[in-house]
């Protein structure tokens, strides 16, 4: 079945440790994304692309970075930058903006 | 800016019961809305996307309304189950937009009561 999947569920990082998140698809969409979800701030969006080997800055890119080297890889690293990293991060695909969003399951990073 | 307001932020129910979750937008120059699921620590699972063309979609016992007029989506469900205790989200995409602007709703988190 098609889908995302992201990896890993769980991530805990030191402080000044950086970390990747990973994120692939196989439902052949062009479009891709990172949201950070906070309890009581709704989803935010990090990072999207939408074509290969490009990208654009979301709402709160500062203290991460993203590379689309594959249509279906969008890995996110979140860099010793972001000072404060503990969230929920969640993948989203879609074939174009307009015709609806699918999310991965979420990783879950804290930071120890 | 295009705000996404959902109201009740929580609902309580006992099973059996039909219920109706609005979701408001501020902005009416959107290309579709879309209703997503969230059990807690999961992922968006997508229930029904609404072209702006459209005015409602069904899936099952679920059936989402769209009033572009008037700024307004309501997610109708019908006899309510244990299972569907969850938190409802709506998003918009305005017109214009390059991908970057998908707006969420605040959220409705509903228990169904056995």
């Known amino acids: 079945d098609g889908g995302i999947t992201q990896s890993p569920k769980y991530l805990f990082r030191k402080e000044g440790q950086n970390v990747t998140l990973s994120c692939e698809q196989n439902l052949n969409h062009d479009a891709m994304y990172w949201y950070r979800q906070d309890p009581g701030q709704g989803l935010r969006l990090i990072y999207y692309?939408?074509?290969?080997?490009?990208?654009q800055k979301g709402d709160i890119a500062e203290g991460y970075s993203v590379s689309r080297e594959k249509k279906e890889s969008f890995p996110l690293t979140v860099t010793s930058a972001q000072k404060n990293p503990t969230a929920f991060y969640l993948c989203?695909?879609?074939?174009?903006?307009?015709?609806?969003?699918?999310f991965g399951s979420g990783t879950r990073l804290t930071v120890v | 800016k295009q705000e996404v307001t959902q109201i009740p932020a929580a609902l309580s129910v006992p099973e059996g019961e039909n219920l109706v979750l609005n979701c408001s937008f501020t902005?009416?120059?959107?290309?579709?809305l879309q209703w997503f699921r969230q059990d807690p620590g999961k992922g968006l699972t997508s229930l029904l996307l609404i072209q702006s063309s459209q005015r409602e979609q069904t899936s099952g016992r679920l059936n989402a309304s769209l009033d572009k007029s008037s700024g307004r989506s309501t997610l109708y469900i019908a006899a309510s189950q244990p299972g569907d205790s969850a938190t409802y989200l709506c998003a918009v995409i305005p017109l214009g937009s390059s991908g970057d602007k998908l707006t969420f709703g605040t959220g409705t988190r509903l228990a169904v009561r056995p």
């Open positions: 902005d009416s120059a959107i290309y579709n």
């Open positions: 989203a695909s879609s074939i174009s903006y307009e015709d609806g969003y699918t």
């Open positions: 692309s939408q074509i290969v080997n490009d990208f």
